[in-house]
Every structure is written in structure tokens, then in C-alpha cells.
């Protein structure tokens, strides 16, 4: 049990570390596209990609933004007599190397086999608490959801709700709060119909889990938060390029509307920035129909990040070169490894 | 719109309206003179009220109701029913707004961007 325990916390621990690459790229990548005006659209396609890594296939080539090994923490780790990681990155690897903790001289145990099962149970229960938030959290919503209206197809009427929403997998209904003025439910309603049709409802999801699954990496929280703006962001201008100038600010003032305190009084949990509202009624107010060379870019920085991202380096299996259970002449030895970590221990 | 509670006065004066708008400023006049004894410029004065919180609107002669009874009454409701809902929507929802609070100044700047008298991109 308790090897399962390590392999699966050192197969996530490589995980979050490939995340954290492509998160990094991405932020990069998005800051770019932004200043170049690319539509919103494009930048949510680049959010894909951490939720990629996340599955279990590996493609190579040459394209690889990866500077070293994808795994670069080793299956191997606690059996090693010289703990190490490899990413290729000296400074990453200088630093991690120096605080992993060596099996003692003499000693038959190695804390690494006391710290990774530690750390892999905490990591999860880690996980299990914000699967466990998520599950119960749709499910108090759902029960207190039961006293809506259809008004007519998918959408319903419910009491009191701070906003508006879709809610259900495989058949997504949209819920308006019931107090919304007609004018305002068309927009509000388009705007949910597209979250559908670009099958936000099932990304979000899709990302909380695999937010959940590297809960301990403040990292894929901000991608979380970032990418939701971003989605937001593209519904918007979706519903904004068919709309005339004076419906845009009927829009704009739809979306204050609803985010306007006395009427709302609550904040979600995982909520974003107050000033982010703001962007949204400036993007939609100054819309302004997008440029064909903005579109050809973003695709174009969205397919390097992804064969980029999404493929391994060639030629660099996981972990290290060289395996370093065995005791060997050559064995590598890493870059600022203390004196009494090289010399040589007794064989196994 | 601010939540508003109507004074029995008044919520008498927005039957009237809500009942027969649209129509014409004079003839509003002549229902509150028969219905409710008043004068001429006190019927101004209590529309007046109305108009500034965008409830009716009164253009070339013509009273309007820009907020129905219907919507008006379900915006009062609205406030007792919402606390009642407690509310954490999770995160994870692909929603319209996020339901954060503003502040009485960002509502002020996003106001000014919707109407065009914004300064520079946020």
C-alpha cells in the first residue's frame, strides 16, 4: 500500500511539474497575445494544455519546450543512495538536490522512505478534501435548485440566486435569477448559451479536478482563476460581435446590474478579482471587430505552445541517465552535492 | 435600481400608471384628480420621484413604465429571499458574473465606461 503511495505521489509530483512548464510558457504566451490583440477565444484554447499533461501519454519530438526530462523526479527516489532530480535546469536542480535529505551513513533508514509516504498521504487527503468540497458543493446547490421554474426549454427561474449559471454535465440547464428584468434575460441567457456551446461548463470542471489533483501547486490555482477570466472574456465577445453598439451597453449594463451589491450580497469562494468586471464592460463596450493577423497569430502561438507543451524532449527517457540504485563508478553526481554525500557507501 | 418599498401612497399613484401606461401625461393628471383628489403639480411632484429611480418615464407627453409591476415587485422580494440562499455558488461554474460585491466607486466607473465617459482601459 504504502508503494503505492510513493509511486502515485512521485507520478503527481511529475505531473505538477510539467504543469508548472506549461503554465509558465502559457502565462508568457497569453501575455503576448494579449498585447497583440489576439481574440480570447484563442487564449482559452492554450488552457487545454495543462489539462493535457495531466493524462498518461507521452509523444516526442523535436518541438519539445521541455529543457530536460518530463520525469524529472525519479521512481527510484527513496531507493537511491543519492537522491536527485533531474530537470535539466541547474538552478532547479542545484536547489532541489541540495535539500533532499541522503540516506545516513550507517544507518539503515533512508528519511526519504519516512518523508515520501508522509508527504503522499498528506497530498491524499489533500485531494480528497477538495474533491469532497466540489461534490458537496453541487450538491447543495442542486437541492436547493429544486424549487425552479422552466421558463422554456433549458432555461429555469430560481429565487434568490446571485447570478446566473449553468449547472449539469450532459444536459446543462442555465438558471436566471427570477428577479431579472426581461431585457436583461436575453443577454444573460445568450451569454450562458455560449459557455455551453464552447463546453465551458465541462472545462471548468475539468480543471477544478485537475487543480484538485495538484492542490499542494499554487500555481494551477492561478492558471484556474486566470483561465476562468479568459472564458468569460470569450463568451463575452462572442455575444458582443453580434450585437449593435447600443446593445452592447444594454449588455454591459446587464452585467452590472447583476453584480451590483444589496441585490448580490455574497462572494464566491473561489471568486476572482472585483476588477475584473470592470475589463469585462470595457472590452464589451470598446468592442471592436478583430484584426485576420491577430487571428492568424493566435493560432500560431497556440499550436507552437501546444506540439511544444504537449511532446517530450527526444532521447531523454524519465529520471536520471543512470538509474542510481546500483552503486557504480559513475555514478553522476550532481552539482554542489556535499563532500560526505560522494563518498562512496557500502554496497546494497 | 435601488430596492425601493412603496409607501401605500404611492403604491396607489404606481397602480394607476402601471395599470394604464402607457398613456398620455394629461390624461395621468385627470385619474389622479379623480381617484386621489390631487392637484395637478402634486401628481408632477410623485412622478417625479418615480422618474429619477427609472421606475416611469415621462417623454413628449407620455408616461412610460420602464420597470413593470411585476419586475418591480419580484426586485423587492428578491432581497428577503436572497439571504435565505446563504450563498457559496462554487467556483467551478460557468456563470454570468461572479458575484463579488462592488464597491460604490467601481460601480460609479463602470457606469461612466457604459455611457462613455471613461478615461483609459482598465
Redesign the interface.
Known amino acids: 500500500m504504502e508503494d503505492y503511495i510513493i509511486q502515485a505521489f512521485i507520478q503527481i509530483l511529475n505531473t505538477s511539474y510539467q504543469a508548472v512548464i506549461a503554465v509558465i510558457a502559457i502565462l508568457l504566451a497569453r501575455a503576448l497575445m494579449q498585447r497583440m490583440h489576439v481574440p480570447p477565444k484563442y487564449i482559452c484554447i492554450l488552457w487545454y494544455i495543462p489539462l493535457l499533461r495531466l493524462l498518461p501519454f507521452h509523444l516526442h519530438s523535436i518541438f519539445s519546450l521541455f529543457p530536460g526530462p518530463v520525469d524529472p523526479v525519479p521512481e527510484s527516489l527513496p531507493l537511491m543512495e543519492q537522491p536527485q532530480i533531474n530537470t535539466n535546469i541547474a538552478m532547479v536542480d542545484r536547489i532541489v538536490n541540495q535539500s533532499l535529505p541522503a540516506p545516513t551513513l550507517g544507518a539503515s533508514i533512508n528519511p526519504l522512505q519516512i518523508l515520501l509516504p508522509l508527504f503522499g498521504s498528506l497530498w491524499l487527503l489533500g485531494m480528497a478534501a477538495c474533491l469532497l468540497y466540489g461534490v458537496v458543493s453541487v450538491f447543495r446547490l442542486r437541492y436547493r435548485l429544486r424549487a425552479s421554474v422552466c421558463q422554456e426549454g433549458d432555461l429555469y427561474l430560481t429565487d434568490g440566486l446571485p447570478t446566473a449559471f449553468v449547472l449539469g454535465i450532459f444536459r446543462p440547464r442555465i438558471y436566471l435569477p427570477s428577479g431579472i428584468a426581461e431585457k436583461e434575460k436575453g443577454y444573460v441567457a445568450c451569454h450562458e448559451r455560449q459557455h455551453i456551446r464552447r463546453k465551458d461548463h465541462i472545462f471548468k470542471a475539468a480543471f477544478f479536478l485537475a487543480s484538485s489533483i495538484c492542490w499542494f501547486h499554487p500555481l494551477l490555482w492561478v492558471a484556474y482563476a486566470l483561465a476562468g477570466r479568459d472564458i468569460e472574456a470569450a463568451c463575452d465577445e462572442a455575444v458582443a460581435e453580434g450585437l449593435s453598439e447600443e446593445q452592447r451597453k444594454e449588455y454591459a449594463a446587464a452585467l452590472l446590474s447583476l453584480a451590483v451589491p444589496g441585490k448580490r450580497p455574497f462572494a464566491a469562494p473561489l471568486g476572482f478579482s472585483e476588477g475584473s468586471l470592470k475589463k469585462r464592460v470595457w472590452q464589451i463596450v470598446h468592442y471592436e471587430r478583430p484584426e485576420r493577423l491577430a487571428g492568424i497569430l493566435g493560432i500560431a502561438v497556440v499550436l507552437c505552445l501546444g506540439v511544444g507543451l504537449l511532446t517530450d524532449p527526444l532521447g531523454m527517457g524519465a529520471g536520471l541517465p543512470e538509474d542510481g540504485i546500483e552503486k557504480g563508478t559513475d555514478m553522476p553526481v550532481s552539482e554542489g552535492g556535499t563532500a560526505a554525500e560522494r563518498e562512496s557507501m557500502p554496497g546494497s | 435600481?435601488?430596492?425601493y418599498s412603496l409607501g401605500e401612497v404611492e403604491g396607489r399613484f404606481a397602480e394607476l400608471v402601471w395599470s394604464h401606461a402607457p398613456l398620455p401625461t394629461k390624461m395621468l393628471i385627470t385619474l389622479c384628480q379623480q381617484r386621489l383628489g390631487w392637484k395637478r403639480t402634486t401628481t408632477y411632484t410623485v412622478l417625479k420621484k418615480f422618474i429619477i429611480r427609472g421606475i416611469f418615464e415621462n417623454k413628449d407627453g407620455v408616461v412610460t413604465a420602464l420597470?413593470?409591476r411585476q419586475?418591480f415587485y419580484?426586485?423587492q422580494?428578491?432581497?428577503y429571499?436572497?439571504?435565505?440562499?446563504?450563498?457559496?455558488?462554487?467556483?467551478?461554474?460557468?456563470?454570468?458574473?461572479?458575484?463579488?460585491?462592488?464597491?460604490q466607486k467601481?460601480?460609479e466607473?463602470?457606469?461612466r465606461?457604459?455611457?462613455?465617459s471613461?478615461g483609459e482601459?482598465?
Do not use: D, Y
Not at chain 2, 87 to 102: I, Q, R
Not at chain 2, 113 to 116: A, E, R
Open positions: 435600481m435601488e430596492p420597470v413593470s419586475e419580484a426586485r422580494s428578491e432581497r429571499v436572497e439571504r435565505s440562499f446563504g450563498g457559496s455558488l462554487p467556483g467551478f461554474l460557468a456563470a454570468f458574473t461572479s458575484g463579488k460585491k462592488l464597491s467601481e460601480i466607473e463602470i457606469e465606461i457604459i455611457h462613455g471613461a482601459k482598465p
